[in-house]
């Protein structure tokens, strides 16, 4: 063998995948260490979309800051609006009617259903099947279009609002809404004859990048990579809020069904399933829809007294955390946000050791990261 | 042998649960298409598609504006740059009154502000331009006095989009390609 | 268990293993548990003892906090303080905590917990980029959000913005009067909008 072709194999081969990649869910990048398909590591870096959402927190007023927390996570919305509210809420010591928290649980649930949409898309797409994505996408829509009925916006709803929701619903749109779940119930099986079952969906996540619930819960993942992982916990049913006591639901587990518990697949499954009971939760609500207010008596300017809230809501992603410090101004002195694709991506480097380049894809995508999110 | 087998099994699962996806890719060939191509083969115009609440580009109505500069206030990010001066004869007036549409987050608290309805979402939203400061959309052209809070009779609300398809070139200038009939192109 | 017992017993157990009681702050519950208090309580170690209290807080059976939430830095300029809060949340006895300590805001130091949690890695360097609170001991403390040459740490209350990174402006240029802009689009004749026919409006794509 000549020389130099002793030497190849020998390097460390540096790829950059990313900001720009059909398969990176947002401009973020990773930093592949490979040895052949083999990666060393892959190290994630993010930052593009810093857009200092926290540093803005303290230059506008609590009510004024309600349509950035739409920005937080476009895909997720609604549940950036909710936190937000429940924050200011508990430092003010407010009680939201119950029409209001029935409608808050009916527009987070459609948004839930929307998102996962998108997830179970872009994992099918990532591993290579993109008629999934289209179909999904057309799901997608029919709330996009629903929610602007209810809000006025498509992705930045801007719905709920300190002290309950901007605007209520009539009959005719929550039989719309139960239309489009009766319309929904069916595709969703659908959705596993077409993907769920299929053998080369299940070879490229059965098994890959398992993720023990130990390692989960150190690196701090929620929501539907937690479960995913073996670990019950819902914080709509654990730590409840809202009028979620009332409702009845189930939390899916994943069970690997198609390897180990915490691989890939089970993220596909519990996602799936998550939207079953989604659909569930909102039969129920829009039955059990109370009269009433939409809106509490907020102050005409909100000074919430001086003190500090962590307020967690499980959104579509899992646990969406805010820190808010008040020092009794109208302006919020700190916000932080604890966003789940922000654990989920601190975990990559972690896991990426000795994937190949093609799992990555498939990890990445089914831990869902978004990276507006992530960078804030 | 068992490897072989296994591996003979997996092509057979393989075979039958494609064979399973693709009858529901099929089944689709049977369904009405629910693609729609814009912009230009809608049968009918997205705007008249858009349900009511649908926040698209501002508007100002000047006949109803008094000046109050509420919904200056209201807004996050100062989109809105209301000049309201005191002429020694004609009392106060409005001398500037410009939205950036292209700041514009249409989160809508301008419009919930305003007391009397002058600011409002128009359902326009096709604004796209080359030209970033060409979406900064001025409603004065020269001074004048606001509104009254109370007016007897009310004017007659102008329709919505109007005030401002009257105030910036857009899509709207140009002559709308005729919709295909439908059954034309398959759409799906 | 209410709120104030939930304090109570992580203060003992953390005072068991520090060998001092963390102080309890914040809006404390009341013993009665009367009426909820707005805000949260936390308990607050000494910046010296941090990696001991989180490592206990994560170890001690009866705390078992495994689940790091939020690690988060609050400057207080008019404290000459920045305040470390951790949010820690325990799985298997159903509890949150709040966790705190306070450093010097001229050179604020505080050792690295990314070895208790692994979650706290990306939260100690955005604690680093965005607060400037150095970590001893952190595995890699990089900038995480913003350039590795971006001047300063935007989360302090005195960070101004630079006006200008690199040549790029941080701002969009000041916005022309409505006057000038009139005679560049809008008032100019109908036809000059976005048509192909007539190109784009002054100063659009140029030539
Ligand atoms: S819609 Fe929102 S961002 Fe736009 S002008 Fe009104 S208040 Fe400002
Ligand atoms: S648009 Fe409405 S809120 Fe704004 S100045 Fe006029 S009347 Fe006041």
Redesign the pocket.
């Known amino acids: 063998m000549s020389p130099e072709l002793q030497q190849v194999g020998r390097e460390e081969f540096v790829l950059n995948m990313g900001p720009h990649h059909p398969a990176t869910h947002g401009v973020l990048r990773f930093v592949l260490h490979t040895d052949g398909e083999i990666m060393r590591r892959a190290v994630p870096e993010v930052g593009y979309l810093h857009r200092g959402l926290e540093k803005l927190a303290e230059a506008h007023t609590y009510a004024a800051y309600v349509p950035f927390t739409d920005r937080i996570n476009y895909l997720e919305s609604m549940f950036c609006n909710q936190v937000w509210s429940m924050a200011v809420e508990r430092l003010l010591g407010l009680q939201v009617p119950r029409r209001a928290e029935y409608l808050r649980v009916i527009a987070c649930e459609l948004n839930r259903i929307a998102n996962h949409c998108i997830a179970l898309g872009s994992i099918a797409m990532d591993v290579g099947a993109y008629t999934p994505f289209v179909y999904l996408l057309r799901e997608r829509e029919a709330i996009n279009d629903l929610l602007e009925a209810l809000c006025g916006n498509r992705l930045t709803y801007h719905y709920v609002r300190i002290g309950g929701v901007a605007h209520d619903v009539d009959e005719g749109w929550q039989g719309k809404v139960r239309a489009y779940l009766d319309h929904l119930e069916p595709i969703l099986d659908e959705l596993h004859s077409l993907v769920g079952g299929n053998e080369i969906l299940v070879r490229r996540l059965g098994g890959v990048a398992v993720i023990c619930a130990s390692d989960a819960v150190g690196w701090g993942l929620v929501g539907p990579n937690l479960r995913a992982s073996g670990v019950d916990w819902d914080l709509r049913r654990d730590r409840p809020y809202s009028v979620y006591p009332e409702l009845s639901f189930e939390v899916p587990v994943g069970r690997g069904e198609q390897g180990q518990v915490g691989d890939c697949y089970d993220r596909w499954t519990v996602r799936v399933a998550e939207m079953r009971q989604s659909v569930r939760l909102l039969r129920q609500a829009l039955e059990r829809l109370p009269a009433g207010d939409i809106l509490a008596k907020v102050p005409r300017s909100i000074k919430p007294p001086a003190g500090e809230v962590y307020q967690p809501v499980e959104g579509a992603r899992g646990e969406l955390g805010l820190y808010l410090v008040s020092d009794g101004s109208p302006k919020p002195s700190r916000a932080k946000w604890r966003s789940s694709s922000f654990a989920a991506l601190s975990i990559v480097e972690h896991l990426s050791r000795g994937l190949m380049i093609a799992d990555l894809v498939a990890l990445i995508a089914s831990l869902d990261p978004i990276a507006p999110e992530v960078d804030r | 042998m068992g490897a072989l087998a296994s591996y003979l099994r997996a092509i057979g699962r393989t075979v039958l649960s494609v064979g399973d996806g693709l009858a529901v890719t099929f089944s689709y060939l049977l369904r009405a298409p629910v693609t729609l191509q814009y912009p230009d083969r809608m049968r009918v115009p997205v705007i008249e598609l858009l349900p009511e609440r649908s926040r698209g580009m501002l508007e ?1 109505d000047l006949d ?9 206030r209201a807004c996050p990010i100062d989109c ?1 740059a ?1 000049e309201v001066v005191k002429h020694a004869e004609r009392g106060r007036l409005i001398q500037r009154f410009d939205i950036d549409l292209g700041k514009c987050m249409f989160c809508g608290l ?1 419009t919930e ?7 409002r979402h128009s359902h326009e939203f096709e604004g796209g331009t080359g030209d970033v400061r060409a979406l900064v959309v001025p409603f004065v052209d020269a001074p004048r006095q ?1 509104a009254k809070a109370k007016q007897e009779p009310p004017p007659a609300p102008k329709p919505l989009g109007s005030i401002l398809r009257a105030r910036m070139p857009g899509p709207w200038d140009r002559p709308r390609p005729p919709a295909r009939p439908e059954g034309g192109e398959h759409a799906g | 268990m209410s709120p104030a017992e939930e304090l109570a017993t992580c203060q003992a157990a953390l005072a068991g293993a520090l060998g001092e009681a963390p102080t309890v702050g914040g809006a404390a519950p009341d013993p009665a548990g009367a009426a909820a208090p707005a805000g949260d309580a936390w308990l607050e170690v000494p910046a010296a003892r941090w990696r001991e209290a989180c490592r206990a807080a994560r170890d001690l059976p009866e705390l078992g906090f495994d689940f790091l939430r939020s690690l988060a830095g609050v400057d207080r300029p008019e404290a000459g303080r920045i305040d470390v809060v951790a949010h820690l949340f325990s799985y298997r006895h159903r509890r949150a905590l709040v966790l705190r300590t306070s450093l010097e805001r001229a050179a604020p130091e505080l050792d690295s917990v990314a070895q208790v949690w692994p979650a706290a890695d990306w939260h100690e360097r955005e604690l680093w980029d965005l607060l400037g609170v150095r970590l001893r001991g952190h595995p890699d403390l990089r900038r995480l959000l913003l350039p590795e040459d971006w001047p300063g740490h935007p989360l302090r209350k005195d960070w101004q913005e630079p006006a200008e990174y690199r040549g790029i402006p941080t701002r969009r240029e000041a916005r022309a009067t409505a006057g000038e802009l009139a005679k560049q689009t809008y008032l100019a004749p109908r036809g000059l909008g976005r048509d192909p026919a007539g190109g784009q409006p002054d100063g659009g794509g140029g030539a």
């Open positions: 100002v109803l504006c008094t000046g109050c500069a509420a919904c200056d809105i209301l301008c502000a305003c007391p009397t309805g002058a600011i606001p």
